[in-house]
């Protein structure tokens, strides 16, 4: 499974705040990507390589990354509206490996 999350469109430098914080608190990892064309896209990817996850690990780091995306949109001087993680504020994508050639 692989999960892409941003934070609004065009905010890649929310986004990138956003990885950083994750990193520096140190309970997951997550590995953050960039595309240059046609627009410059900042993003954050949530990859499972261990061979058998369960539901709690995925529901652990979906619950570290709701706290400190709130921490960080609590924090902005000029705050976005609907404050709570949803589909309004990061996108998810879906990937199930073993059903793609």
């Known amino acids: 499974m692989l999960t892409s999350d941003r934070l609004q469109e065009d905010n890649n430098e929310l986004t990138k705040q956003l990885y950083h914080n994750i990193e520096s608190d140190g309970r997951i990892h997550l590995v953050s990507s960039e595309l240059h064309s046609p627009a410059p896209l900042y993003f954050i990817r949530f990859a499972i390589c261990y061979h ?6 995925i529901e652990y ?4 990354i709701h ?8 924090q902005q001087s000029n705050p976005i509206p ?4 949803n589909h ?8 199930d490996h073993e059903n793609h050639n």
Do not use: F, G, R, T
């Open 82 to 85: 609907n404050k709570q993680i």
């Open 67 to 74: 706290e400190l995306c709130n921490q960080l949109l609590d």
């Open 88 to 95: 309004e504020n990061i996108n998810l994508i879906l990937l």
């Open 52 to 57: 058998s996850p369960n539901k709690q690990h």
């Open 61 to 64: 780091a979906y619950q570290v």
